[in-house]
Each structure stands twice: as structure tokens, then as C-alpha cells.
DNA sequence: ATAAAAATAGTAAACGTTTACTATTTTAAA
DNA sequence: TTTAAAATAGTAAACGTTTACTATTTTTAT
């Protein structure tokens, strides 16, 4: 069997709860009887189990973390940044991923509560979750921050880049660029989406070139299929539409849109100008190089990080909101329009 | 407070024990008492505290995952794996980024044995590590499996791919291609990359090909940063260097290379012909496309994943090893060789 | 109807810590 | 010295479950 705190304090010749005060140092040990302590815990290789410690002081320096998707680099990026944070607090990260499943999410969530996690972090949550009093409840029992989440319910904490701001920033270039006809692409139940197209729709109507056909949801599924799935529809869609420019709400999208360009032989950004959202680092790679709106992943996740582990460490539970600027890097993939 | 099972007892009117044995199903109970019980934890909301109950049953329901970085999509992809067939299985997931530090790996090992969790992957364990007892030591306490590592300790169980065979594989392809100064790029504290080194040197050695200058090693540091890392090593040693193809340990590396010569106008694949590891996504947004050795990541993670479930659930401890076969994906960034 | 067997339910210990409370030892003050 | 105060150490309860063991009830066989 594994050393327990029971045979330190017989091989010690002491009481548990000197045991106990040894390891934590939370209370007065006359220095003789520490080294003895230290001494025969070293002998015996004991470590403190961790299950029966968390379990007594009623909670656990585990966080949990959600995210639709592992696959989307923009989710490794943030992943990133909340890791940082915590491992240098000495928290451990549980790790859920959602697949853009409602009840998949909730399950997490659930999970995460009963193991008394410190805190929740989830990455942009799912929309059903959001419309009901689900995410409410969670927030009154444990610390909760959302990440590119905002508005749905004020008492939550988030830390958001500026979606709105950031589509406002993407459509408007291409309007500069003198595009009328522009599609915009998404996907399924997430708030970013909503609110991406909800900047799209208010410019475009504003402006009078909005066309309902014009807009593109790729459905949702797997995203490790984004990719694919975004370049069949845009092979079924782009040969008969007029349209001269895309706006994708994030940059697999974006790369999607581009490689079907390649089998239509549609030239970027001669014959369509593309933009997409996140900057991950293979919109680097994309040829050519795709303009789009960058968002700081990583600050992203620290900042969520670091709102968290506020809350967890003072017991002021308001809510606190971060929103974070983001820009446009121009690289290759927008043109003026032609037409 | 929380609501405990003791109240659901009380509100009941039964002992602690049949609602016990209510929620785990485990014992006969009386219909009619089942659900009465049943109706008072729903109407209570009660959840059982995991906590409690892993504490209790001396053991959890969480696996352990260490990956040297959360950035390289490979372990992404790998990860994936993983996480469909422990989510099945409800367990949870506790992910740790060991950054290719030793410590810290060891770090987190020893967290999640504290937390004694079911059992642990380790994907790409750092040599350090592999060098002494560390891992033996855990492998004899708990269900362990290396994800890409062999042959250094034969009790402890892995899945890998053949990386002498791949990178054989691309070696030979290259040598098939007439080249005969091959860079060999790989980085630190990675048993891959011995075992690609080995590979190389032996079969460069044989044919009296071998030079020691074209061994480079880019050195540690997080992995975000590997394609700039390399970037700027090629881009140091290329221009002298009469090189006509390079053979990198994975896909980072190599998207580095393509970076290089794009800043030095060496024309890919005619002056110079690349060939990567892994075949991430991103490969194939490379320009040109990237000529790499596949390994199936998503099967890997599964596999490996299944093998600890086999572990956990038996007590058989003995090792299993499950060798992955990997291809060769021609695309354009290898060419016959000029000179 | 009774005894034995089977089914169901209850009691209490155990899991490994932390900590409030109490007891003892040491130090300081008189 | 003696006594009070301060410092240190010990005792035992508590955290919320599970489960071996025991007790009770129900069923079955006679």
C-alpha cells in the first residue's frame, strides 16, 4: 500500500496533525520536530495524497476548461495562454471538448461541478447553453469566465476580442476595396458567429447591397472538417453567384473558401478577395496569404486566466468584463474589385 | 451547502446505503423504494460529490496526458484520439504541457499521481526522462503508455509510429531523387528525433554520403516558435551550404525551411527539395505542398488510449507495443536533384 | 403454520487528510 | 521559585461516499 500521513506520524513518533503542520506550514512546529518529520517523509518517499487533501478542504486546485474543438489551432492558441497562467499557480487543467454539441457541453460542465473544480473557463460556448438560465446557475455556485462570449447574461464574466468591431473592421476594408457583392461565411451555435453576422447585416442593409443569398452557413460537424466542409459548399455556391469578395468568420473557413478557388481556377484576389477572422498561424501559410482580422489568442487565454484565478482567490463574484482591440493584417488575399 | 446524500436519505426516510446503492446500481433494491429515492434526488437536484466518491473508492476516473507542447498540431491531432474514446468511456481528461522541460514533465506526472488518476499518457517523452528509472518507477504503479517512444524501457507499453522506417522512407526517396547532401534538421530532447538521426546517419554513413555539418539542431524552446527558430538557423547556413535537399523532423521544421528559402529565393523543389514529418494540416497549405512522411495521429491517440483502457480495466500489467506504419506522401517540395 | 432461504435494508467502519479544541511543555514575568 | 502566558503537540471529529457485515423482511418449501 501506499505511505500515508498515518505511517510518517508512527515512523516520526508524532501525531498526524503534526504531520499535517509539517507539510503545510500553516501552524508553529518547533524546528527539531519539523526536521524529524521532514526526515523520516523523505525516507519513506511520501507524497501527500491529493484526493483525500482536495476532498477535506472541500474543493480542488483543478480547473476545467472547455473548448468546441482541439483542432482549431485558434483553441490551441488560447489553450496557450490559459496553460501559462495556471501551471505557475500550480492549478492542474482538466481539458473538455465540447464538438459543438450542446449537451456534450453541459455534460463537461456538469462533470467539472462535481469534481469541485475552482473555476470554469469556457471557450466560446454553445448558443443553445447560452439562451437559458443554464450558465446562471453554474456562475452562482463556482467562478465561470467565458472567452468570446459576451452580452447573453450580464452577471457573467468574459473576456472577448471586439467581434463586432472586428467584422465591422474585415467588411468595411472590403468595402473600401470597392466590393458590393460579398459573401459572408459561418458556422453553427456560437455567439461569435451571431455576432459577426449581425455587423455584416447591419453595414450590408445600411448600404443596400445585402442579399439573403449571400449568406452562407456551413452547418456545423466536426471542425476538423471546416476546412472541407466549407469547401463543398463554396464549389456548390460560387460558380453561379456574382458575388467578388468573402468575408469567413474565421480563417479555416477562410482557407476553405480558398482551396476551392484553386479547383475552380478562380484567381486571389484578382477574380475574389477573401478576409477571414483569428489569424492562426496557417494563415500565414495560406497562398496567398490571407488578410484577416487578428485576434491575440493568447492574451485571450491569459486574460481569462488571470480573471479566474481572481475570482477564485477573493470572494467579490462580481462580474468583470475584458474587451480585448483586435486589427487587420493585410497580406495577400483582398484586391480591388474589378467589376 | 451543497446537498449531500445524507439528505437525500433523511428526506427519504431510508439509510445512507440504499441511496448508495440506488445511484451506483450495484445491489438489488426494492422497486418501490428505488424510486422513491429516485424522486427525492430529483427533487433535491443531488449530484453526487466525486470528490467523495473517488476519494472513497481510491481511485479516479481521470487519465492523465502530458504533450511536450499544446501548439504543434500534431499533438493536437493526437489528442483528438485520445479524447474520443475517453469521453466515451467518461473519464476526464487531464492535460498537461510539459514544454519539453524535464522537470516540468516529471512535474506533472507526479501531480497526477498525487491525484491518482486511472492512468497516464505521455506523448513524446522528454530523453531525460527516459534515461534513468523515472518512468519504470511509475509504469510499475499505475497504467502507463508512451505515445512515440520505444525500445528504451520494454516494460513499459507504447503506440508509436515506425520512425526508423519513416524516416528511412524519406530519406531513401530523397536519395532516390539523386541527392546526396542532405540536411538533417531536428530539435531537442525528443526520442523521435534520435531515433530519425539514427536512421539518417546510418544510412548516409553506408554510402559514404554522411557530413558531419549537415546536422542541424535548432535546440529547445517552446514550439510555437520552432518554424521561426528554424527559419533563422536555415537561414544562416544555407547560403554556404551545398545542400540540395533537407530532410526536417516534422512539419514545423520544414514549413521553417520553406520560409528560408523564400527569403533567399532559393526555388523549391529545383535548388532545393524538402521533405517533412508528420503531414499536420498544414502541410498541404504549404507553398508548394509539402512532401512529408504521414503518421496517423488520430490513430495513434486511439490506439493508444484503447491500450490504457485495456490496462486499467485488467490486471495484467504487461507490456503491449503497437508499431505504426507510416507513408510517404508525395506532393511538390521534393525534385530530381540538378547537380 | 413453520422453518429455511432469499431478498432487501441498515449500521458502522473506512478512505487520508485538515483543524477546532484541548493538553502539555516551554518561556517569561513576578 | 512560582505562576501566568506563550508555544507546541495531541485528540478526535469532520469531509461524503462505499461496502462488509449484520439485521430485518419477504418468499418459498415443507
Redesign the pocket.
Known amino acids: ?2 505511505t ?3 505511517d510518517v506520524a508512527k515512523k516520526a513518533k ?5 504531520v ?2 509539517v ?2 506550514g ?1 501552524y ?3 524546528e527539531a ?1 519539523r526536521e524529524k518529520v521532514l526526515a523520516v517523509i523523505r525516507s519513506l518517499k511520501y507524497v ?2 491529493m484526493q ?2 482536495e ?4 474543493k480542488s486546485t483543478i480547473v476545467g476548461v472547455v473548448v468546441p474543438s482541439i483542432y482549431n489551432m485558434f483553441f490551441a492558441e488560447v489553450m496557450n495562454g490559459v496553460e501559462e497562467h495556471f501551471t505557475n499557480e500550480s492549478y492542474s487543467l482538466m481539458l473538455c471538448c465540447s464538438k459543438n454539441d450542446s449537451k456534450l457541453e453541459m455534460r463537461c460542465i456538469n462533470d467539472f461541478m462535481a469534481r469541485n473544480v475552482s473555476g470554469i473557463i469556457v471557450v466560446s460556448p454553445h448558443t443553445e447553453n447560452l439562451q437559458n438560465t443554464f450558465y446562471e446557475r453554474i456562475a452562482r455556485q463556482i467562478p465561470l469566465v467565458f472567452i468570446n462570449s459576451y452580452e447573453k447574461h450580464p452577471n457573467i464574466s468574459y473576456v472577448s476580442n471586439d467581434q463586432d468591431a472586428g467584422a465591422r473592421l474585415a467588411i468595411n476594408y472590403l468595402l473600401e476595396h470597392k466590393h458590393r457583392d460579398i459573401l459572408f461565411i459561418r458556422g453553427e451555435h456560437s455567439d461569435s458567429y451571431d455576432i459577426k453576422e449581425q455587423a455584416y447585416v447591419d453595414i450590408m442593409k445600411r448600404r443596400h447591397y445585402f442579399h439573403e443569398k449571400h449568406m452562407i452557413n456551413i452547418g456545423d460537424g466536426n471542425s476538423n472538417e471546416t476546412v472541407d466542409n466549407t469547401m463543398q459548399k463554396v464549389l456548390e455556391i460560387l460558380p453561379s453567384s456574382e458575388a467578388t469578395a468573402v468575408f469567413a468568420c474565421n480563417d479555416l473557413m477562410a482557407a476553405g473558401v480558398v482551396n476551392a478557388c484553386k479547383k475552380l481556377n478562380i484567381a486571389i484576389p484578382e477574380e475574389l478577395s477573401i478576409v477571414g477572422y483569428d489569424n492562426i498561424a496557417l494563415s500565414r501559410f495560406i497562398e496567398p496569404k490571407l488578410t484577416t482580422v487578428e485576434q491575440n489568442m493568447f492574451l485571450l487565454g491569459s486574460q481569462a486566466a488571470q480573471l479566474l484565478l481572481e475570482k477564485i482567490n477573493s470572494d467579490n463574484q462580481s462580474s468583470k468584463r475584458i474587451m480585448l482591440e483586435n486589427s487587420l493584417v493585410e497580406r495577400e488575399s483582398v484586391g480591388v474589385c474589378s467589376r
Open positions: 500500500m501506499k500515508t500521513i498515518v508524532v501525531s498526524i496533525a503534526t499535517s503542520r507539510i503545510n500553516n508553529p512546529v518547533k520536530t501527500p495524497n483525500a487533501r476532498f477535506n478542504r472541500q
